[in-house]
C-alpha cells in the first residue's frame, strides 16, 4: 500500500501553511494512481517521488524526479509541496543539499535546521516576466469583481513565470486584498486559456513586505493558502519591474485571511535570475 505523508509548508505550525501530500516512494504508480492519490487527499498539491534521471547529479540518495498533481490535474510545479517534500526527506536523511527534476525543470533545494525544526530553500528555474493583455486583464476583473480603479497602480499587471504562470495582480488596500469572492467557472475558464496556475493578488505592506492571496480554480480549491511557485514568479516580477532592488530579501504573508497564517521567504541575488523561495514545514499529525 503506497503511503501518503502530510505535511505542511511556510509555517512551522500544522495548523498553518499550506497542506501537501508527499509519497516519497510513487515509484508502483501510474498517472492515475497519482491523481487518485491526489484527488482522494483534497489538497491542492501531492507530490510524488521517484529515481532520478540520468545525469541529474546530487549526492546518492538525494535527488529524485518529483511530480505534482492537484485535485484535478498535473501542474508543472509547485513550490509548497516541494518545500514539504525537502523537509519530509531531510527529516529521514538529515538536512543538507537536494537536487529535484521536476516537469519545469531541475529545482535544487537546501535543507537546514533552524528553531528547533527544518526550514527548506527551493532555487527556481529560470524565470520570465510577460505583459497581460487588455482584454485578458479586463476579464480576470470581471471574475474577480474588481472594479479598475482597486488596482495598485504601482504593482501593474503581469504575467509571470518561474516554474508556473501566474496572473499578479496589485490590490490598492488591505481591504481590497481581504475581500474575496469571484467567479469560479469564469476565472479558471480564463486561466486554462492563458496556462494559469493561480492569480497572485498583492498588497504591498512595506518595503519588502507583501501581502497575497492566490485564488486557484484550475486544481479544484478556491484559494491556495501559501503558494511558493507564485511566489518565486512574484520575485522575478518584482526585480524586473523595479519595485526591489536586484538583491533583496521580500517576505510575503500569505493565508491570514484564510485562517491558516504562512509566511515566504523570497530571495533575489544579483547577477542570478533564479529566485530563491524558503520555508518551514512540518508534519500533520
Not at 484564510?258 to 524558503?278: C, I, K, N, Q, S
Request: aromatic content about 6%; proline content about 8%; overall charge negative.
Amino acid at each position: 500500500m503506497t503511503e501518503v505523508l502530510r505535511y505542511t509548508a511556510f509555517s512551522a505550525d500544522p495548523a498553518g501553511g499550506n497542506p501537501a501530500g508527499v509519497v516519497l516512494d510513487a515509484s508502483g504508480l501510474d498517472e492515475a494512481g497519482m491523481l487518485r492519490i491526489a484527488a482522494g487527499l483534497g489538497y491542492s498539491e501531492t507530490a510524488f517521488l521517484t529515481p532520478p534521471p540520468e545525469g541529474l547529479g546530487g549526492a546518492p540518495g538525494r535527488a529524485f524526479t518529483v511530480r505534482y498533481f492537484s485535485p484535478k490535474a498535473e501542474v508543472p510545479f509547485c513550490g509548497h509541496a516541494t518545500v514539504a517534500t525537502a523537509v519530509a526527506l531531510a527529516e529521514r536523511t538529515g538536512p543538507g543539499e537536494l537536487v529535484f527534476a521536476t516537469p519545469a525543470g531541475t529545482v535544487p533545494v537546501s535543507v537546514t535546521a533552524a528553531d528547533g525544526g527544518l526550514r527548506a530553500v527551493l532555487t527556481s528555474v529560470e524565470p520570465y516576466v510577460e505583459e497581460a493583455g487588455p482584454a485578458d486583464l479586463a476579464e480576470a476583473l470581471a471574475a474577480l469583481d474588481w472594479p479598475e480603479s482597486d488596482l495598485d497602480p504601482g504593482i501593474p499587471p503581469r504575467i509571470a513565470y518561474a516554474g508556473a504562470r501566474h496572473l499578479v495582480l496589485g490590490a490598492a488596500t488591505r481591504a481590497r486584498l481581504a475581500d474575496l469572492a469571484y467567479d469560479f467557472p469564469r476565472l479558471e475558464a480564463l486561466m486554462r486559456r492563458l496556462d494559469l496556475t493561480t492569480v497572485q493578488l498583492v498588497h504591498r505592506t512595506g518595503p519588502a513586505l507583501f501581502d497575497v492571496r492566490d485564488p486557484f480554480p484550475v486544481g479544484g480549491v478556491v484559494e491556495d493558502p501559501a503558494t511558493g511557485a507564485a511566489a518565486a514568479a512574484f520575485g522575478a516580477y518584482a526585480r524586473e519591474l523595479g519595485l526591489v532592488p536586484a538583491e533583496a530579501v521580500l517576505t510575503l504573508r500569505q493565508g491570514e485571511d484564510m485562517g491558516r497564517p504562512g509566511v515566504l521567504t523570497v530571495e533575489l541575488r544579483a547577477g542570478d535570475a533564479r529566485v530563491r523561495v524558503g520555508g518551514s514545514a512540518v508534519r500533520i499529525a
